[in-house]
Each structure stands twice: as structure tokens, then as C-alpha cells.
């Protein structure tokens, strides 16, 4: 058994702990959290402690913090020689305080409180340094995930800012769209079997085959068509750039 | 049975051609192909013509063209006073021509030829000059689907505008998340798990509920550093746009 403990009670921390706590190799030993209320929900509290002088030194110690509060936080825990990791997709390792030894556990998803997600299926990215920890990081990846990267601090900067693109920027779109249909009288829903296929065809074809639509086309007779339909200035710069990207695209293949 | 034709050849004909062929309630009794190769693995060869003046008139013709040739192919219809639809979300019904009655049959959903696609599950949209045509439509469209809209050509418009921004917008962003990816030596499959939920979040959540990431958090420090990370002075630019509309839509709650 794997003996583990959570500094953190945000909406990765929270996932990570239900996660682990069905975990038969793992032995989630304490949550660090500031008010006991925010997770008491899913673990026993004597289990819960706000006290860093508390906190047991473990196998794996995971902090699962805001990305500004993580070297802090390394600094604030008592023990030393330990293996001490963060979340973050966007703050590098060595941002970790020396007292221990440092690696990353950076799960690839959007976590939401109110919304129930399968461990199994997210990608988690490790990195450690030196070999043993990064085994022992496998390890622990491999009994809540089926897929499991070595990922180093440069390229997990890299998969960082392409998540932003692929997740947040996407929904960002979604509620543009949600936006559209609102003004116009039509429900939402409408548009949720083709939000679900777009990202379903991108399992099977490569984004570059999988583009359709007017700019894919250059169809400039429905994009101006577009262009006067949309009054707001900001939905109207958006439809003008991500036009002229796919345009520009189409050139460089 | 209801008597149907389609003119047409492309993505939307061919799916539509399949999708017919499997309904127990529609009889498919032509298809107009300028080429027969296109449509033969679907339908017989004696079915499949390329004469305006072979073309019977049947209970629906549905012209599945290019938006640019719509009217002039709804006037080269030798037939006159029988239902001819289009299938274009961005087309006004009244672009058809008049010697037959108007309509449109407007499947919201982004094909490509290589991936099969279950009708079933996508939204058809509907509209006709008179109450008869519409019902006449309707069963045509509940013969394949199971969600069937009335939707006037001025909400079709908005429908697709809002189509533009969740799906072609959205696959682009894929696209530069794979670019990004294969920049940095990455597998564009470590964020396939991340591009499923954030389409699947938004089945049970809002849009703006939805929301995370950087932006949505006012983290500068992370933007920032993605912007700085960022070398395609394009790439740069619909990240700041993004994020700041992400941004600026916070305010606005």
C-alpha cells in the first residue's frame, strides 16, 4: 500500500481524494484543509487536519493548490526528504521548496464540483527527479488512471496552453453560441448533439480533415452573410479572427 | 409511403441518401448526381440520373447543393407545383424557385464523408409555406430523427451562425491545440479525454458554468506566461482575444 496524503480542497483535490479513497493500493493517510466543512463530505475527519506540524510525512505528499500558492505552501510543511508533488499544468518543479523531493501529478481535465468524472480515462502527467519517485508517481497514476505520461516541465507548459485552446477557449465558443440561440428564441439543446459529434469526429479524423463550414470553404457570400447578422462587436471580431485563421490554414497546407 | 428525391451528391446528400434508404417509411425513388460514381455504392444505377428532365415529381425533392446553386438548380426542376426543399442552414426558403412549393429540411449537424453519423440523434430543422407541407415534412424528418424543430429562416440563420462559432470555431481551436502538441513533441491523444468532457460537460452544465481555466480565474500570471510561451504571432492573437472576451463576460454577471 502506497500511503498518500491531499494539501488542498479545491475541485482537483476533491476529485483526487474521491478518486484515491477507491483506490485498493492506495491509502489516503490525511487531507490538509483549511476548513474542515469543505471536505469532511468525503473523507473521516480525524483524517483532516489544518495544522502543517500535523501533517505526516508519506510516500507521496500531493498538493493540489491554487498555481500562486504552491511554492508557499512546499515551504509551510514541516517534514523533509519526502516526495513532494504539485497539480499545476502551468508551474514548473522546481517551484517546489528543496526541503523535499519534488515531482508533478498534473491530471489533464476540467474539473467541475458538481460534476462526477471517471479517473480512469484522464491522462496524468508525471515528472520527478530522480527514477525511483518517478516509478513510485507511475505507480500511483496507474491505480485511479489507464493513461499515464512521463511529461517534463517544458512540454507540460506546451499541453497547458493547448488545453486552454482545446477546453477553455471551446466552451467559450459554446456559450457564445448559447448566447446567439437565447436572443433568438431557440433553445440551446439544439446545438448539443453537433457540440458532441465535433469533439466525438476528432477521436477518429485529425482536426485538419475534420474542419467544415463557410471559411473552411471560403464561402465569403455566408460569412458576410454572418458578419451583418452578428450586432455584437466582441462575437463579431471573434467570427472575423477564427475566419481568417482557418482561411490563412488552408493556405499553408 | 412518402415519395422522396434528392439532388445532390456531397456530405449532407450522401448521409441523407443512406440515412432514407434505412427508413421503412420513405421511399427513395431518385437521386440526381452530375456524376453516377458518387452516389453508386449507395443506391442503383438506375435509380441515379444527371437529367433535369428525367427527374419525376415526387411528395418531397430535397436539393442538397452547395448554397451558390440552390436557386439556379431549383429552377433547371422540369416538374412544377410539388414540395422542393433545401437542406442550407444559412439559405432563405424564399430562394427557391417559385413554380413549386418552398421548403427547407436543415439537418444542424458537421459531416464528413469518412465518418458515419447516427440521423437519429440530429436536430432537423423544418419550414414550409403552409401547414400541409410542414407536416409533410415533419414525418419525413421524424422517418430518420428523433428531434425535429420548426425553426423560420430568419432563426435558421441565427441557428447557424451559432453552429459556426460550436463546431467549426471549436474544431479550429483542436486544430491549434494539435499544432501546439506536435511543436512540443506531444501526442495530440493526451488531450482527446479533455476535449470528450468538455464537450460532454456541457450536456448537464451551462456554458458559463462550465467555465474554467485562466481567464475565467483572472490568473495574469499564467496568461502571461502562455503568452509568452507562444511563438505564432496568430496563435498569440486569438489567445488574447479569447481570454479577453472570457474576461470581459465575467463582468457582465
Do not use: W
Not at 10 to 21: C, E, S, T, Y
Not at 93 to 106: A, C, H, I, P, Q
Not at 189 to 217: C, F, H, M, W, Y
Request: glycine share 4%; proline share 2%; charged share 20%.
Amino acid at each position: 500500500m502506497i500511503r498518500l496524503s491531499i494539501i488542498g480542497s479545491g475541485n482537483v483535490a476533491q476529485h483526487l481524494i474521491q478518486a484515491f479513497i477507491k483506490s485498493s493500493e492506495i491509502e489516503l493517510v490525511q487531507v490538509f484543509a483549511r476548513s474542515e466543512k469543505s471536505v469532511s463530505h468525503l473523507i473521516s475527519v480525524d483524517k483532516i487536519t489544518s495544522n502543517y506540524n500535523e501533517l505526516q510525512a508519506v510516500d507521496v505528499t500531493i498538493i493540489s493548490v491554487t498555481d500562486a500558492s504552491i511554492a508557499e505552501i512546499s515551504k509551510n510543511i514541516a517534514f523533509e526528504n519526502a516526495l513532494v508533488v504539485h497539480t499545476s499544468g502551468s508551474v514548473a518543479m522546481e517551484t517546489l521548496d528543496s526541503k523535499n523531493r519534488k515531482g508533478v501529478f498534473y491530471p489533464l481535465q476540467t474539473f467541475s464540483k458538481s460534476k462526477e468524472i471517471k479517473f480512469k480515462y484522464i491522462p496524468i502527467c508525471i515528472e520527478a527527479e530522480n527514477l525511483n519517485d518517478l516509478q513510485l508517481l507511475e505507480t500511483v497514476a496507474k491505480a485511479i488512471s489507464n493513461s499515464v505520461y512521463n511529461i517534463n516541465s517544458e512540454q507540460r507548459k506546451a499541453l497547458h496552453v493547448a488545453a486552454v485552446f482545446v477546453s477553455n477557449f471551446t466552451n467559450h465558443l459554446y456559450q457564445i453560441g448559447n448566447e446567439i440561440c437565447n436572443k433568438n428564441g431557440l433553445s440551446f439543446d439544439i446545438l448539443k448533439p453537433l457540440i458532441l459529434e465535433t469533439a466525438n469526429k476528432i477521436v477518429s479524423l485529425s482536426p485538419i480533415e475534420a474542419q467544415t463550414g463557410p471559411a473552411k470553404r471560403k464561402d465569403t457570400q455566408t460569412i458576410n452573410a454572418h458578419l451583418s447578422f452578428l450586432s455584437d462587436e466582441n462575437q463579431k471580431e471573434i467570427y472575423k479572427m477564427l475566419t481568417k485563421s482557418i482561411i490563412d490554414n488552408g493556405k499553408k497546407l
